[in-house]
């Protein structure tokens, strides 16, 4: 149909614009785009009005993604190493050398010095996501890294030992909620983590206008703060803040007894763990006034209903999973885990949980590093030891690293470190969408496809939306230039090491049904199974599953074609699910368990440095994502650049005005940047964003400018979390310095 119906040039010719909905795949509440595409090209992102959460919202971002797109600065062909730079070479060439390369390193020192690391666009691709775990088992991969040790693995290994299950995550029931206590997250600006919700500043709004309270713990008055209670605490003084709101609950006989009895074990331990934790004592470290903090937990557990959330600012302190523990223990102990308007658990699209839970494929400490003694969590090891896992010899030194997705010389603390590790590589392959500024340094570039290049379902996030829903969508453009799917190259390259991603047995159930269903799927592979194929097969026989037509109305990849703007699986979560998602042989939620007391009788603030009186916090910003969108001219407007923002009390004392160029300095390395005063941090707190100071293929983001700001951070292994392998990269000692006149 012809979009402006006067029947112009482009109609007659037959290449009309398209409108195709589909969903942005650059953060969690996946909103829903309509993609203008003309003669093979993307046109213009808009929000979609008919999707059934978003409901035509998408932010700055999602519409700016048009730019990375159409970027003259991707890499659309395969890239190689050469004297003076890269050079264009052909997908066979690059391949072939590849595994051969491969073959010959393998020969010489064994499989397991070939690693991974992918980052956080992978997890937005179901495809990218399956074939790396696929490689995974196939080539019996040990050196996996990932995004998550600078993001979430610590809330995954509370999960652990809360319910003995990893992947069971608990979200805060946005919708019936009465009483939201928000620790370290900024979801005005992030738009929401750890829960998929489009149009998440109505759903935040709402809850006052109901009569109910948010209370935003964070040391600066964010853009989240600023709206709702704002508790302007001490970076890295959750743990002490959690451990006086329980010890208050529990001397007040506050804890919900009922509950404790039907959900819980440990509770009297837990009790006793706390009881050094008065507000009173904890007040030095958390900067909070010990009235206020027993104020908030009667107020907590008197509500009608309260759900307990953290986020970012509560996983990158020194004491990551002992808060998420606390966070999910608070919940449960006030009566609020799985029960309406609390902390509850979303129905998986997949079954991974329950299927992971039987089979015991991925978990947690199955192996340890090789440096540092780290448990694995989720099959990964602290990015944070890469390096050195590189730069130490030894049988099982990581040799060749391939990176999907991620840029970790941004991303992870110490970049000089990892950067010069990664000049000492056999062989280094990256697959992305740029030359960022990880991958300059490798061997081959392999082009990616956009999310608009490929079809795709969020798998994961359906558990995560306090509305339960899903969408599949169909790629919108093909790939420009020779950009492949990730999961195409990975293929590829594990049939030159002689590996396939999910071959099956022929005795498995699973392989006769894959075969089965290859025979039925037009076009399906006769050799290996398809991304849809697998999705399908696991949407069918998953929680919502029409099991192969056994219940009618069940999902299907073929029903979810037939809703393009996604569809709606339920009003809200389902509550009293605690049963199920625990698997724990008691069947009780594990509240002392002997990881947690230990980090409980052990817990010291660290001591103070006088030569680093200050501490060092991160900062997102609307329009950066990470470090990979500051390419995108809509969002670098107005000249933006890198600023660190202080408050005008400690900039005083260093001589700093509003818009001075500053100095920031750790124990383990210096910035330089801009300071912008402000009320909003704490006295004694600096807010830095991360992602910038660039030196890639990207002449914008470039000529951007500002540091890295992990140059202040550390891979010391005393500073990488022992029980979840966390970077350290909230909280940091620092000192500020003028550099004016200098
Ligand atoms: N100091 C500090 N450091 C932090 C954080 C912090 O708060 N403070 N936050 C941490 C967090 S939460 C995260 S998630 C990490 C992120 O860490 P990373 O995932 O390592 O880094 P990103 O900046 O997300 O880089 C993503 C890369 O993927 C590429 N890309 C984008 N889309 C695609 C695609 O579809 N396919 C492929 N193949 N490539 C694609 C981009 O070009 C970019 O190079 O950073 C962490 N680092
Ligand atoms: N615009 C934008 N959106 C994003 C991203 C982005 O880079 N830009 N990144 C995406 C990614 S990868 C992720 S993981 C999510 C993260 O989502 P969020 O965690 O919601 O994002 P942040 O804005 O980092 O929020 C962390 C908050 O913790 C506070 N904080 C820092 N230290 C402490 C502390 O010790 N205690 C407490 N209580 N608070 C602390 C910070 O001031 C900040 O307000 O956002 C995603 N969305
Ligand atoms: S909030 Fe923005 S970046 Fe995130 S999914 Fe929505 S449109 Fe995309
Ligand atoms: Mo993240």
Request: proline share 7%.
């Amino acid at each position: 149909m012809c979009c402006c119906s006067l029947w112009r040039r482009c109609c007659l010719e037959g290449v009309s614009p398209r409108e195709i909905p589909t969903y942005c795949r650059i953060c969690e509440p996946l909103c829903g785009l309509i993609a203008t595409v003309e003669d093979g090209r993307l046109v213009q992102l808009r929000a979609d009005k008919d999707h059934p959460l978003s409901r035509g919202n998408a932010c700055p971002k999602g519409i700016a993604f048009t730019d990375i797109q159409n970027d003259p600065d991707r890499v659309l062909y395969p890239l190689r190493r050469n004297g003076t730079g890269f050079e264009r070479v052909s997908w066979e060439e690059a391949l072939d050398d590849i595994g051969a390369r491969l073959r010959g390193i393998f020969r010489e020192h064994g499989r397991e010095s070939l690693g991974w690391y992918f980052g956080n666009p992978s997890s937005f691709s179901y495809s990218h996501t399956l074939w790396i775990v696929g490689f995974q088992m196939a080539a019996r991969l040990r050196h996996v890294y990932s995004a998550g040790s600078q993001d979430i693995n610590n809330r995954f290994v509370a999960s652990h030992l809360l319910y003995g299950s990893l992947t069971s995550v608990p979200v805060p029931d946005l919708d019936r909620t009465e009483f939201l206590l928000m620790l370290g997250a900024n979801p005005l600006v992030s738009h929401g983590s750890a829960m998929s919700v489009p149009r998440i500043r109505e759903k935040l709004t709402a809850i006052p206008k109901r009569g109910g309270r948010v209370v935003v713990v964070d040391p600066r008055r964010t853009e989240t703060a600023r709206l709702f209670e704002h508790v302007g605490i001490r970076p890295d003084g959750d743990a002490w803040l959690l451990a006086s709101l329980l010890q208050v609950i529990f001397a007040e006989g506050l804890e919900d007894q009922a509950a404790l009895q039907r959900q819980a074990s440990g509770a009297r331990e837990l009790r006793d763990a706390v009881q050094r934790f008065t507000p009173e004592a904890t007040a030095p470290i958390t900067g909070l006034d010990p009235d206020s903090v027993r104020t908030l937990a009667r107020d907590l557990a008197r509500a009608g209903s309260a759900a307990v959330y953290g986020r970012t600012g509560t996983c990158l302190g020194r004491h990551a999973t002992l808060v998420a523990f606390l966070i999910d223990a608070l919940a449960l102990v006030t009566g609020n885990l799985d029960a309406p308007g609390g902390s509850v658990f979303g129905k998986e699209l997949v079954a991974v949980s329950e299927l992971n839970a039987r089979l015991g494929l991925i978990g947690y400490g199955k192996t340890r590093s090789r440096i540092g003694d780290f448990p694995d969590v989720l099959g990964t090891f602290p990015a944070a030891v890469m390096a050195k896992e590189i730069t130490t010899p030894g049988p099982g030194q990581l040799r060749a690293l391939f990176t999907s997705a991620g840029n970790p010389v941004s991303s992870v603390p110490n970049p000089a470190e990892l950067s010069s590790a990664l000049a000492q590589l056999d062989l280094f392959v990256s697959i992305d969408l740029y030359v960022n500024d990880t991958n300059r340094a490798a061997d081959y570039i392999l082009p990616a496809t956009t999310f608009l290049e490929r079809d795709d379902i969020p798998l994961p996030f359906t558990a995560l939306s306090p509305t339960p829903y899903t969408q599949y969508t169909e790629r919108v453009l093909e790939p420009y230039g020779e950009a492949r799917e990730e999961w195409q190259i990975i293929d590829a390259i594990a049939t030159r090491i002689g590996v396939q991603p999910f071959a099956f047995g022929p005795a498995r159930p699973a392989a006769r049904l894959l075969s089965a269903l290859r025979r039925r799927v037009p076009g399906g592979s006769a050799l290996r199974p398809t991304p849809p194929l697998l999705a399908d097969l696991a949407l069918r026989t998953g929680p919502y599953g029409d099991r192969f037509g056994l219940r009618p109305g069940g999902l299907s990849l073929g029903k979810l074609r037939r809703h393009p703007h996604g569809l709606v699986l339920a009003d809200g979560i389902a509550t009293g699910v605690l049963r199920k998602v625990v698997q724990h042989k008691n069947n009780r939620v594990q509240l002392a368990p002997p990881e947690i007391l230990t980090e409980l009788a052990s817990l010291a603030d660290r001591p103070t440095d006088p030569t680093y009186p200050l501490r060092a916090i991160g900062l997102r910003e609307l329009k950066s994502h990470n470090s990979w969108m500051h390419n995108a001219e809509p969002l670098m407007r107005g000249n933006r650049a890198h600023a660190a923002h202080i408050n005008p009390k400690d900039a005083a004392l260093a001589g700093i005005s509003d818009g001075d160029p500053c100095r920031i300095t750790s124990p383990h390395g210096t910035i330089h940047t801009t300071a912008h005063l402000t009320e909003d941090l704490t006295a004694g707190t600096i807010a830095i964003p991360h992602g910038w100071g660039h030196n890639g293929g990207w002449h914008r983001a470039n000529a951007a400018g500002g540091p890295n700001v992990n140059d202040l951070m550390s891979t010391n292994l005393e500073d990488v979390e022992r029980l979840s392998g966390m970077a350290n990269l909230n909280g940091i000692p620092v000192r500020l310095d003028s550099l004016a006149g200098s």
